[in-house]
Every structure is written in structure tokens, then in C-alpha cells.
């Protein structure tokens, strides 16, 4: 009984005490925080006091290191990159042409050809690329190409290898030269070179024993490059038969020059109504040789056309009509051929 008394003295003392306290603490929360709101006056427990706002303090700059004098800074390289498993691996090669084995390279006037190695499900081969620079470097995937180069008419073509191990260099030796051409009269006399065109054939022979026709539409003048070798001129004159030709030998590294002498007579044809008459105009011709092979057609009243000497037969048709003459012609003649409209 004692005891209990003494339990419910002690509660009542400690309640005192909690009533007394209490606005004690609740007048010290007020006065650190004067800008809380207070929403219930009944409230036992104070609201949350925010944090204080923290500011970083600043980074501090990195060390300035000076160079001494006379120092060249190198910077980092990049780390190697390594190709993926699978991946093509390249290679890197030079490319450079020469006229002879211990000539100069070729500085200008080249073109290069790249083929893949092994021609395509069609049997063609696969152009890679095609440069026009006179020492093309490339980077190729590693393996085998066919690569041609061109020097005018002159050319080489071969396989190159190309390795992912190390860069490398192809030589191209063309043993190639140049040749000019010009023409003349038997007589001497010059000719008009717009008049005069070549036809050129390698010694090589095809399937039927013919020439290998290397260039057509060849003009006086130029030099026309091409491989060393022997080589069948043919040069026309004007626009039939007058025709010469000669065997020329180019050498690797020099020019050759070759003058073709071609035997030729100028003519010119007219229908006429009476000797010394006006051409009539409207008039088809043929010329044929004396093995009755035509040489020439055109149409026309005073067509003009360069043969070689010789006997022909011309014929003239005129408004339904044919007409015809002999006659024959020597080299360096320059006549004029009246066909009599009888």
C-alpha cells in the first residue's frame, strides 16, 4: 500500500515537471526559428528545422608547369587501334613508271588501272580504281591486283601483291618511245597535212595472220607514244586510194621520226553538155580502177578527189541517165576530167 502510494506520488511529480518544462522548450524552439509558422497551437512537437545550405568551396586550379628553355613538347599519341576480328586488313603501295629500266619516271600523261586479282562471277575483271596522277600512292586491302598503266599508246600490265606488313613501291618500266610522222609528194612537193591521216599496226599478229591495228586517225606532227617494236605505217592521202606505207622501228627512250612519200594526182570531174561546158550540177560519180574495183563515190557537179596513178573508169548518172570515160593519171598531176553528157 506504501508502495503504491509512493508510484502514483512519483507520476504526478514527473507530470508536474513535463508541464513545467514543456514551454520552456517550445519558447526556446520560437526564438531559434522566428520565421516558423506555427499551424497548431496544440501541437506537442516542433516542426523540422531545414539544413543549413552548404556552398563548395572553389577547385583549385591545376599547377602551372613551365618548359624550360630549348624544349620541344611532344604530344600523346593516340593508343593503336587494332581491327576488329574479320575486318580487311590494308596495305600501302607506290606506284611509278618509267620510259627504260634507268630512265626517269614519267611525270605526266599516265593512266593507272587497279583490277582485283580474280576476275568476277562473269569472268570479267573488277575495276577498283582508276588515277591519273603520275606516282599514285594507294591503300588497298591486302592481296593480289592486276594494275595497267597507259603512256599515250604505250602500256604494261601486271599483277602486284600488296602486304599489310609494310608500305611498298611497283616499278613500271614501259620500254616505250615516240614516233612522228609527216608525209610528202614523190615529186618533193609538201602536201596538205589536214589531208593525210595514218593507220598504225603492231608487228603482232591475231588469229588470222593480220596485223594488230594499234591507231586509227593518226595526223602528221604529233608524237604518238608506243611500246618498243616494230611497227606497218599505212598513210593515206585525200579520200581514196592514195595510199602509202612503210615499216617503222621505235626504240624504248628516243623519238622516231618517219616521212611516208606517197604517190598522188589530184582530179577533178564535170558532166558537161559540150566540151568546155558548165558542170551540171546533180550528177552522181563512181571511179573504179583498172581491175574494175570502185575507188571513189560522191556526189556533185566538180568533185575533187586525190587518187594514185594509174587507169580508172568514171561514171557519171545524171537524171536517170549513165556516162562514162577512161582516162589515167601519173603522180603530181592536177587535171580536170570532162565526162560529155551524149
Known amino acids: 500500500m506504501a508502495r503504491r502510494r509512493s ?10 515537471a513535463i508541464g513545467v518544462a514543456a514551454p520552456q522548450v517550445l519558447a526556446q524552439q520560437q526564438e531559434r526559428a522566428p520565421w516558423q509558422t506555427e499551424t497548431n497551437s496544440a501541437a506537442s512537437q516542433s516542426p523540422p528545422v531545414a539544413a543549413p545550405l552548404t556552398v563548395p568551396s572553389p577547385v583549385a586550379a591545376p599547377p602551372i608547369v613551365s618548359v624550360p628553355p630549348n624544349t620541344t613538347v611532344v604530344p600523346r599519341s593516340a593508343p593503336e587501334t587494332r581491327p576488329a576480328p574479320g575486318a580487311a586488313i590494308a596495305g600501302q603501295v607506290s606506284l611509278v613508271a618509267l620510259l627504260t629500266q634507268d630512265g626517269q619516271n614519267i611525270e605526266q600523261g599516265l593512266v593507272w588501272r587497279v583490277f582485283r ?4 562471277p562473269d569472268g570479267k575483271m573488277r575495276l577498283v580504281s582508276t588515277h591519273r596522277e603520275a606516282s599514285p600512292t594507294l591503300r588497298l586491302e591486302a592481296g593480289d591486283y592486276i ?4 603512256f599515250g599508246r604505250a602500256h604494261l600490265t601486271r599483277k602486284v601483291t600488296v602486304s ?19 608525209s ?3 615529186n618533193g612537193e609538201a602536201v596538205n597535212e589536214k589531208a593525210v591521216s595514218y593507220e ?18 593518226a595526223k602528221p606532227g604529233l608524237v604518238i607514244r608506243l611500246n618498243a617494236g616494230i611497227y606497218n605505217i599505212v598513210g593515206t592521202y585525200g579520200d581514196a586510194n592514195a595510199v602509202a606505207r612503210s ?6 627512250g628516243k623519238l622516231t621520226e618517219a616521212t611516208l612519200s606517197h604517190a598522188a594526182a589530184k582530179v577533178t570531174f564535170k558532166l558537161v553538155a559540150r566540151a568546155g561546158g558548165d558542170a551540171i550540177a546533180d550528177t552522181q560519180w563512181n571511179v573504179a580502177n583498172a581491175q574494175g574495183e570502185s575507188v571513189k563515190e560522191s556526189v556533185g557537179a566538180l568533185p575533187t578527189h586525190v587518187l594514185a596513178p594509174g587507169a580508172y573508169t568514171v561514171s557519171a548518172k545524171n537524171a536517170g541517165e549513165v556516162f562514162q570515160r577512161k582516162f589515167t593519171v601519173q603522180a603530181g598531176d592536177a587535171v580536170q576530167v570532162e565526162v560529155l553528157r551524149r
Open 7 to 16: 508510484l502514483h506520488v512519483h507520476r504526478i511529480a514527473v507530470a508536474l
Open 117 to 120: 586479282g580474280k576476275p568476277g
Open 147 to 150: 594494275v595497267s598503266v597507259a
Open 164 to 182: 599489310s606488313e609494310r608500305p611498298a613501291q611497283e616499278r613500271f618500266v614501259l620500254n616505250a618511245g615516240g614516233l612522228r610522222l609527216a
Open 184 to 186: 610528202a609528194l614523190a
Open 200 to 217: 598504225i599496226y603492231s608487228d603482232e599478229r591475231d588469229q588470222y595472220g593480220q596485223r594488230m591495228r594499234v591507231m586509227t586517225g
Open 247 to 252: 615499216d617503222v622501228t621505235v626504240e624504248a
